[in-house]
């Protein structure tokens, strides 16, 4: 199929307004136009072939294209493409889904509530927190622990929820009154000088009990955490931060809720992160992205057995009144039966642990390079950080935009990173192969030398 990309660019720079669209930029130059897709590779509509290491948007776990998922969607599609999921009414794929995700999740995570994509289970778990909270009596128990530079999503809970300053523009409102942010665990750039990982930890726990004490516990309703920070730049927390964080929160009676809408089906090799990789298990998950691989947008929340007892107490009168139309959208569940089975069926999960490491330790080596501050990530949850500095860390003006730049030559070179500000940031599918790693280091080096050129001839570096 050909397509006029010229006419496409004008009837999208018309009337298409872009998530986090920077006007000014896309005014002059529009957005490139994606055609097909197939496995790790998306093709333009010039054709242009490209190695997508950012797996679209964290989401592209088993690959492009793959014709099983398109037949499974259009068998629900024909069998029954929608069913109202309200009150009492359930559809075949939203129940079998529902019992996979309890059979996969740790603990006692059996009960699923579903929704459109990440935010809006995060928004979900938020207003299951309040009433979770008035249903046992607490009602002042509210207030919401995250974290500065984290992210949980752009519904208006979801955003005040979150915590990157750029994604806090003073255009837009925030509920500022009941969320509260705290440190982030980045060793590299909040450390005081000479102080251990350990003291490090330590620092960010008292930071946590301080605000408990703060706004007193009897208030502090639930903390919401990424296990592995993503859009705030791939921050792998220090040893043991995480279970610390929680062991906080069981003390003070505050719900932990993980979002693992990155790092849930496969993205470190687990299908769940917070007890494989970190040791312990949250009272809720949020999920969506590599739970259909993008198949179709699909959110949920997992929930604990011990939280739906409280919801579920006899003879209340309750309602839970709160939930999506296409909530279990039977199509959309059909995709993430049909996606998780193709994880299991071919060992997806064991291809992150072999491929992941050596994807960490060949971009590693990135770090000789003289803008290269930091490589770091875990598995297949990958970042660059750039500085002008390798020794004081400074890093370039944000004008610069020294990400974009280093990704517009990886472009040019057939290789998608995602920008963000002085990062180039990588989660490729689980499918990668150590072939596509040395792909993706090798261009990827080549990028930066290329942008390391301009820099000197520009005399922005010595
Ligand atoms: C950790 C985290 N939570 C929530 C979201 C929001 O998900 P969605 O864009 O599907 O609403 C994202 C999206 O990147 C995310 O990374």
């Given at each position: 199929m050909s397509h006029d990309t010229q006419t496409i660019n004008r009837l999208d720079k018309d009337h298409h307004l872009h998530p986090w669209q920077i006007f000014d930029v896309f005014r002059d130059e529009g957005a490139l136009p994606i055609a097909r897709g197939e496995g790790c590779y998306i093709i333009d509509s010039d054709g242009n072939k490209y190695f997508d290491a950012v797996g679209g948007l964290w989401c592209n776990n088993i690959g492009l294209g793959r014709k099983e998922m398109a037949e499974a969607i259009a068998e629900q599609a024909l069998q029954m493409s929608y069913a109202s999921p309200f009150v009492d009414l359930t559809n075949i794929p939203a129940a079998k889904l529902a019992a996979k995700l309890a059979e996969l999740a740790?603990?006692?995570?059996?009960r699923v509530f579903f929704t459109c994509g990440g935010s809006t289970a995060v928004d979900t778990a938020l207003r299951m927190i309040h009433y979770y909270q008035n249903c046992r009596g607490k009602p002042d128990k509210k207030h919401i622990i995250s974290r500065i530079n984290s992210y949980h999503g752009s519904t208006y809970a979801a955003m005040s929820i979150g915590g990157k300053p750029g994604d806090h523009p003073p255009e837009f409102d925030y509920i500022s009154d009941t969320i509260h942010h705290l440190g982030y665990p980045n060793y590299y750039r909040c450390?005081?000088?000479?102080?251990?990982e350990a003291e490090f930890v330590d620092s960010l726990v008292q930071e946590f009990e301080d605000k408990i004490t703060e706004l007193g516990s009897d208030k502090v309703a639930a903390y919401f955490a990424e296990p592995i920070m993503g859009a705030g730049g791939v921050i792998v927390p220090p040893e043991g931060y995480n279970k610390r964080m929680y062991e906080v929160c069981q003390r003070h009676d505050i719900l932990y809720v993980a979002d693992?809408?990155?790092?849930?089906?496969?993205?470190?090799?687990?299908?769940?992160?917070?007890?494989?990789?970190?040791?312990f298990v949250p009272d809720m998950i949020t999920c969506a992205k590599g739970l259909s691989s993008g198949y179709q947008p699909l959110g949920a929340l997992l929930f604990s057995d011990t939280i739906w007892a409280v919801l579920d107490?006899?003879?209340?009168?309750?309602?839970?009144?709160h939930g999506f139309t296409?909530?279990?959208?039977p199509v959309a569940c059909a995709a993430a039966l049909k996606n998780i089975e193709i994880m299991e069926r071919e060992r997806l999960l064991d291809n992150v642990k072999e491929v992941g490491p050596y994807l960490e330790q060949q971009l590693k080596?990135?770090?000789?390079?003289?803008?290269?501050?930091q490589v770091r990530g875990r598995k297949l949850m990958v970042c660059v950080e750039y500085v002008k500095d390798k020794a004081t860390k400074a890093l370039f003006d944000?004008?610069?935009?020294i990400g974009k730049r280093v990704s517009n030559h990886a472009d040019a070179l057939g290789l998608i990173t995602r920008a963000i500000v002085h990062l180039n940031v990588m989660s490729p599918?689980?499918?990668?192969?150590r072939e596509d790693v040395d792909f993706v280091v090798s261009t990827l080096r080549q990028a930066i030398e290329l942008t390391i050129a301009d820099l000197k001839a520009e005399g922005l570096l010595d």
């Open positions: 740790p603990g006692d995570l059996n450390a005081a000088p000479g102080m251990s693992e809408v990155v790092t849930a089906f496969g993205r470190l090799g687990h299908w769940f992160a917070s007890e494989a990789e970190f040791g107490a006899a003879d209340s009168g309750r309602c839970f009144a296409y909530s279990g959208h080596t990135l770090e000789d390079l003289p803008i290269v501050g944000e004008e610069l935009d599918p689980l499918t990668m192969s």
